[in-house]
């Protein structure tokens, strides 16, 4: 696995080789919930970094993927589908997609060519930022003839748009074209993180992302969007890492469900996370999860806050 954490970068110092028209900056992946924005960061950078499920809102933080070639460094931020907030989560959420799109450089516009929806809220959100953006229809897989065509008049005709490119970020198709478009609007500048570096998130973020997955994946209903998991100890050795994992759940009557008869979900969920967690660190795991009651966690400030949103 790369390395994750690194000290600061200083660019400067280490441009000393790069082509004066190195381009180096970053890109903001919005949209509407489940578009694709997670599986496109995924396939742009050839690794799994994003949790990505059929549930909308499984992202839940603005997740930083780096991805380097020869001739430009992009910074892809994966950000929370746009919604109207509900609960603080949700707030905190949309808050995310702000900062993303006041960080980036350019604006990567994702919708869905099997759905055309409103995406107004979408537009909102690149109005203020005032940042180029380059339309992306995903999905072109899935989609019937003509809905392509219809998604591009209406988003053009509302945004100008710096470049309009279709994609499949699952079959992984366009995305050579995707990337050389964001390269002609990304600025000139040398690379602003080392490159054989992936991300700035630490593993047990990763870790603790992978268990949420699967908590989407196993669960139904309102369980997956009442859970958040946080990592109460993480010890690495040689071999082996030992792993104790939190599960906040949002009200006592979903611990029993989460748990399940005999313990078989909470052990069908622990194995299928921890499959996951080697796969990405290389290295065996021992995973143990834990269940815990925090009453409506979701809306209050404090527990937000100590939960990483
Ligand atoms: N057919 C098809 N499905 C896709 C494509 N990209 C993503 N999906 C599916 O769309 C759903 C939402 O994907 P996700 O990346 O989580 O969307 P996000 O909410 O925008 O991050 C998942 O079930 C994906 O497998 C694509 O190119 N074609
Ligand atoms: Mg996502």
Redesign the pocket.
Known sequence: MQEFIEPPFDALNASGDVPADYRAGFVA?I?????????????LLEFKL??????????RHQILGILNEESHQMIFL????IITPEYKLQESMMQAVSRSTKDADVLLH?V???RLADEERVWNYMRSSGKPAVLVI?????AKEGEVTAIKEVCTSVFAYRAVVE?????H?GLDELKKSLGEVLPLSPPLYPPDQLSEHPVRFFVSELIREQIFLQYAQEIPYSCTVTISSFKEEDKMDHIHAEIIVNRDSQKGILIGKGGLKLKKLGTKAREQIEQLTGKKANLQLFVKVREKWRDKESYLRGYGY
């Not at 994003?50 to 992202?59: S, V």
């Not at 995903?138 to 899935?142: L, R, Y």
């Not at 994609?167 to 079959?171: G, R």
């Open positions: 992946i949209g509407r919930p489940n578009a694709g924005k997670s599986t496109l960061l995924n396939a994003a949790i990505a499920t059929h549930k909308a809102q499984t992202t994966d950000t929370p589908g994702l869905d060519a099997t995903n999905k072109v897989d899935a994609i499949s970020a699952e079959q198709t």
